[in-house]
Protein backbone atom coordinates (compact mmCIF):
# COMPACT_ATOMS: atom_id res chain seq x y z
CA UNK A 1 0.00 0.00 0.00
CA UNK A 2 1.57 3.43 -1.17
CA UNK A 3 1.94 6.26 2.50
CA UNK A 4 -0.48 8.57 2.46
CA UNK A 5 0.09 12.06 1.98
CA UNK A 6 -1.18 15.08 3.87
CA UNK A 7 -4.00 16.25 2.38
CA UNK A 8 -5.11 20.28 2.78
CA UNK A 9 -8.22 21.10 4.84
CA UNK A 10 -9.70 23.13 2.01
CA UNK A 11 -10.10 19.79 0.01
CA UNK A 12 -11.90 17.73 2.16
CA UNK A 13 -15.37 18.89 1.44
CA UNK A 14 -14.66 17.17 -1.90
CA UNK A 15 -14.01 13.92 -0.43
CA UNK A 16 -17.26 13.70 2.30
CA UNK A 17 -19.48 12.58 -0.50
CA UNK A 18 -22.65 14.42 -0.19
CA UNK A 19 -26.10 12.74 -1.35
CA UNK A 20 -26.86 14.09 -4.94
CA UNK A 21 -26.68 17.30 -6.14
CA UNK A 22 -30.25 18.88 -6.15
CA UNK A 23 -32.08 21.60 -7.91
CA UNK A 24 -34.13 23.56 -5.46
CA UNK A 25 -37.31 25.47 -6.97
CA UNK A 26 -39.10 28.42 -4.67
CA UNK A 27 -41.99 30.71 -5.60
CA UNK A 28 -42.53 33.91 -4.56
CA UNK A 29 -45.79 35.97 -5.60
CA UNK A 30 -46.22 33.30 -8.56
CA UNK A 31 -42.47 34.14 -9.28
CA UNK A 32 -40.64 30.84 -9.48
CA UNK A 33 -36.40 30.17 -9.61
CA UNK A 34 -34.21 27.25 -10.04
CA UNK A 35 -30.82 26.84 -7.90
CA UNK A 36 -28.08 23.80 -7.64
CA UNK A 37 -27.23 22.61 -4.73
CA UNK A 38 -25.01 19.56 -3.67
CA UNK A 39 -24.87 20.59 0.22
CA UNK A 40 -27.77 18.54 1.64
CA UNK A 41 -27.95 15.34 4.26
CA UNK A 42 -30.62 13.69 5.65
CA UNK A 43 -31.97 13.76 9.26
CA UNK A 44 -34.77 11.33 9.27
CA UNK A 45 -36.52 8.86 7.74
CA UNK A 46 -40.44 9.31 8.13
CA UNK A 47 -41.52 12.40 7.36
CA UNK A 48 -38.07 12.62 6.26
CA UNK A 49 -36.40 15.96 7.15
CA UNK A 50 -33.28 17.00 5.50
CA UNK A 51 -30.90 19.78 6.25
CA UNK A 52 -30.02 21.86 2.99
CA UNK A 53 -27.23 24.39 2.99
CA UNK A 54 -28.98 27.51 0.86
CA UNK A 55 -26.56 30.39 0.61
CA UNK A 56 -27.82 33.67 2.28
CA UNK A 57 -26.92 35.79 -0.85
CA UNK A 58 -28.80 33.66 -3.61
CA UNK A 59 -32.47 34.68 -4.48
CA UNK A 60 -33.84 31.55 -3.72
CA UNK A 61 -32.76 31.88 -0.09
CA UNK A 62 -34.44 35.00 -0.14
CA UNK A 63 -38.08 33.60 -1.25
CA UNK A 64 -37.76 30.41 0.72
CA UNK A 65 -37.03 32.79 3.98
CA UNK A 66 -40.56 34.50 2.65
CA UNK A 67 -42.83 31.62 1.94
CA UNK A 68 -41.18 28.76 3.72
CA UNK A 69 -41.75 25.73 1.21
CA UNK A 70 -39.28 24.44 -1.46
CA UNK A 71 -38.79 21.61 -3.48
CA UNK A 72 -36.10 19.30 -3.86
CA UNK A 73 -35.68 18.13 -7.44
CA UNK A 74 -33.16 15.15 -8.33
CA UNK A 75 -31.64 15.01 -11.84
CA UNK A 76 -29.65 12.77 -13.49
CA UNK A 77 -26.70 13.17 -16.24
CA UNK A 78 -29.47 13.63 -18.78
CA UNK A 79 -29.63 17.39 -17.73
CA UNK A 80 -26.30 17.27 -16.14
CA UNK A 81 -25.51 20.97 -17.99
CA UNK A 82 -28.58 22.71 -16.78
CA UNK A 83 -28.08 21.62 -13.13
CA UNK A 84 -24.81 23.31 -13.88
CA UNK A 85 -26.36 26.41 -15.90
CA UNK A 86 -28.73 26.50 -12.88
CA UNK A 87 -25.89 27.18 -9.96
CA UNK A 88 -23.80 29.63 -12.15
CA UNK A 89 -26.62 32.43 -12.79
CA UNK A 90 -28.96 33.93 -10.17
CA UNK A 91 -32.60 34.00 -10.55
CA UNK A 92 -32.50 37.70 -9.99
CA UNK A 93 -31.21 38.48 -13.24
CA UNK A 94 -33.03 35.75 -15.46
CA UNK A 95 -35.80 33.49 -16.09
CA UNK A 96 -33.97 29.90 -15.64
CA UNK A 97 -36.59 27.74 -17.00
CA UNK A 98 -37.15 30.04 -20.12
CA UNK A 99 -33.18 29.86 -20.21
CA UNK A 100 -32.12 26.69 -19.64
CA UNK A 101 -35.24 24.92 -21.31
CA UNK A 102 -36.57 23.28 -18.21
CA UNK A 103 -40.31 21.64 -17.62
CA UNK A 104 -42.34 22.35 -15.06
CA UNK A 105 -45.26 20.38 -13.34
CA UNK A 106 -47.26 21.93 -10.28
CA UNK A 107 -47.18 20.62 -6.92
CA UNK A 108 -49.66 19.09 -5.32
CA UNK A 109 -48.70 20.88 -1.85
CA UNK A 110 -46.79 23.99 -2.28
CA UNK A 111 -46.50 26.80 -4.33
CA UNK A 112 -43.35 26.09 -6.24
CA UNK A 113 -43.39 24.22 -9.34
CA UNK A 114 -41.43 20.87 -9.46
CA UNK A 115 -38.93 20.06 -12.56
CA UNK A 116 -40.16 16.87 -15.08
CA UNK A 117 -37.06 16.26 -16.25
CA UNK A 118 -35.86 15.50 -13.18
CA UNK A 119 -36.56 11.47 -11.78
CA UNK A 120 -37.77 12.60 -8.63
CA UNK A 121 -39.39 15.65 -6.62
CA UNK A 122 -39.68 15.62 -3.14
CA UNK A 123 -42.12 18.41 -1.90
CA UNK A 124 -41.03 20.35 1.23
CA UNK A 125 -41.90 22.73 3.93
CA UNK A 126 -39.26 24.72 6.29
CA UNK A 127 -39.57 23.21 9.92
CA UNK A 128 -36.40 24.66 11.50
CA UNK A 129 -34.31 27.93 10.07
CA UNK A 130 -32.40 28.81 13.18
CA UNK A 131 -28.75 27.89 12.17
CA UNK A 132 -29.43 29.76 8.87
CA UNK A 133 -27.92 32.81 9.99
CA UNK A 134 -24.91 31.32 11.39
CA UNK A 135 -24.44 28.12 8.51
CA UNK A 136 -27.01 28.95 6.08
CA UNK A 137 -28.21 25.33 7.13
CA UNK A 138 -32.14 25.01 6.02
CA UNK A 139 -34.35 21.98 7.58
CA UNK A 140 -37.24 20.71 5.39
CA UNK A 141 -39.84 18.10 6.03
CA UNK A 142 -41.10 16.16 2.63
CA UNK A 143 -44.67 16.25 3.22
CA UNK A 144 -45.17 14.30 -0.62
CA UNK A 145 -42.79 13.02 -2.94
CA UNK A 146 -42.72 11.83 -6.77
CA UNK A 147 -40.20 9.25 -8.56
CA UNK A 148 -40.41 8.42 -12.02
CA UNK A 149 -39.99 4.05 -11.90
CA UNK A 150 -37.09 2.84 -13.62
CA UNK A 151 -35.72 -0.74 -13.51
CA UNK A 152 -32.09 0.66 -13.94
CA UNK A 153 -30.90 2.96 -10.83
CA UNK A 154 -30.90 6.83 -11.36
CA UNK A 155 -27.68 8.09 -12.78
CA UNK A 156 -27.63 10.72 -10.24
CA UNK A 157 -24.85 13.24 -10.09
CA UNK A 158 -22.77 13.50 -7.01
CA UNK A 159 -20.55 16.50 -6.57
CA UNK A 160 -16.89 16.41 -6.50
CA UNK A 161 -16.07 20.12 -6.94
CA UNK A 162 -16.19 22.86 -9.49
CA UNK A 163 -17.63 21.37 -13.15
CA UNK A 164 -16.44 17.72 -11.68
CA UNK A 165 -19.44 15.49 -10.77
CA UNK A 166 -19.38 11.07 -9.68
CA UNK A 167 -22.30 9.47 -11.70
CA UNK A 168 -24.25 7.17 -9.35
CA UNK A 169 -24.86 4.45 -12.04
CA UNK A 170 -24.28 0.86 -10.36
CA UNK A 171 -25.76 -0.89 -7.12
CA UNK A 172 -24.42 -3.23 -4.93
CA UNK A 173 -25.39 -5.68 -2.25
CA UNK A 174 -23.26 -6.35 0.34
CA UNK A 175 -23.22 -10.02 2.08
C1 LIG B 1 -22.78 21.84 -8.66
C2 LIG B 1 -23.18 23.04 -7.83
C3 LIG B 1 -23.44 22.88 -6.48
C4 LIG B 1 -23.82 23.96 -5.69
N1 LIG B 1 -24.09 23.76 -4.37
C5 LIG B 1 -24.54 24.78 -3.61
C6 LIG B 1 -24.92 24.56 -2.24
O1 LIG B 1 -24.82 23.45 -1.71
N2 LIG B 1 -25.40 25.62 -1.55
C7 LIG B 1 -25.49 26.88 -2.10
O2 LIG B 1 -25.92 27.82 -1.41
N3 LIG B 1 -25.13 27.12 -3.38
C8 LIG B 1 -24.69 26.10 -4.15
N4 LIG B 1 -24.36 26.32 -5.47
C9 LIG B 1 -24.41 27.70 -6.01
C10 LIG B 1 -25.82 28.18 -6.35
O3 LIG B 1 -26.50 27.24 -7.17
C11 LIG B 1 -25.73 29.54 -7.07
O4 LIG B 1 -25.27 30.51 -6.15
C12 LIG B 1 -26.99 30.00 -7.78
O5 LIG B 1 -26.64 30.91 -8.78
C13 LIG B 1 -28.03 30.64 -6.87
O6 LIG B 1 -29.15 30.96 -7.68
P1 LIG B 1 -30.30 31.98 -7.26
O7 LIG B 1 -29.64 33.31 -6.92
O8 LIG B 1 -31.17 32.08 -8.48
O9 LIG B 1 -31.01 31.41 -6.09
C14 LIG B 1 -23.95 25.26 -6.27
C15 LIG B 1 -23.66 25.42 -7.64
C16 LIG B 1 -23.28 24.33 -8.41
C17 LIG B 1 -23.00 24.51 -9.87
Redesign the pocket.
Known sequence: MKKKIKLPLSEVYKLIESGP?VMITASLKERP????????TMLDFDPPLIAC???A?????KMIEKTRELAINIPTVEIAKK??A???????KVD?FAKFKLRTLPASKISAPLLDECYCNIECKVVDMSMAKKY?LIIVKGIAAWVRPSKRPPATLH?ASGRNFIVAKKRMIVK
Open positions: TNVMTISWTVIGQSHTRVVCGNVSGRKDH
